[in-house]
Nanobody, 123 residues
Framework: VQLQASGGGLVQAGGSLRLSCAAS????????MGWFRQVPGKEREFVSA????????YYADSVKGRFTISRDNAKNTVYLQMNSLKPEDTAIYYC?????????????????WGQGTQVTVSS
C-alpha cells in the first residue's frame, strides 16, 4: 500500500484544514487507518484513527471535538477535518494503515506510512 498525504498548509488560529490520504496499490477497505503528527525533537503522536469498517473512530484528547476522521472506501481515501486549529497543532501530519490487530493509537501497529504533510497554525 502506498499512501499520499496532502492538504496541509499555513492557517491562522481558529481556522480549518482538511487533510487527505490517498492510497494506491491496494484497496483500503480492510485496513484500519490512522493520523499521527510529529514536531522536531518529539516523538510521533497519535491524532486519530478509524476502523476498517468505518464504524469506530478514535481521537487523542487534545483534538477531540475539533477534528473529525472519515473514510471513503470507494475513493480509497481517508480524511482528517481539522477545525478550530491552535498553534500547538503545528506539526507534520502522517497517515498510516494497519492490517492486523494492535492498538489504533500505537505507531508500531501500523505497517504503512505516507510521506507527511506540514500543518502550520499561526497565532
Amino acid at each position: 500500500v502506498q499512501l499520499q498525504a496532502s492538504g496541509g498548509g499555513l492557517v491562522q488560529a481558529g481556522g480549518s484544514l482538511r487533510l487527505s490520504c490517498a492510497a494506491s496499490g491496494r484497496t483500503l477497505y480492510s485496513y484500519g487507518m490512522g493520523w499521527f503528527r510529529q514536531v522536531p525533537g518529539k516523538e510521533r503522536e497519535f491524532v486519530s484513527a478509524i476502523a476498517w469498517m468505518g464504524g469506530s473512530t478514535y481521537y487523542a484528547d487534545s483534538v477531540k471535538g475539533r477534528f473529525t476522521i472519515s473514510r471513503d472506501n470507494a475513493k480509497n481515501t481517508v480524511y482528517l477535518q481539522m477545525n478550530s486549529l491552535k498553534p500547538e497543532d503545528t506539526a507534520i501530519y502522517y497517515c498510516a494503515a494497519k492490517r492486523y490487530s494492535g492498538s489504533y493509537d500505537y505507531t508500531g501497529s501500523y505497517g504503512y506510512w505516507g510521506q507527511g504533510t506540514q500543518v502550520t497554525v499561526s497565532s
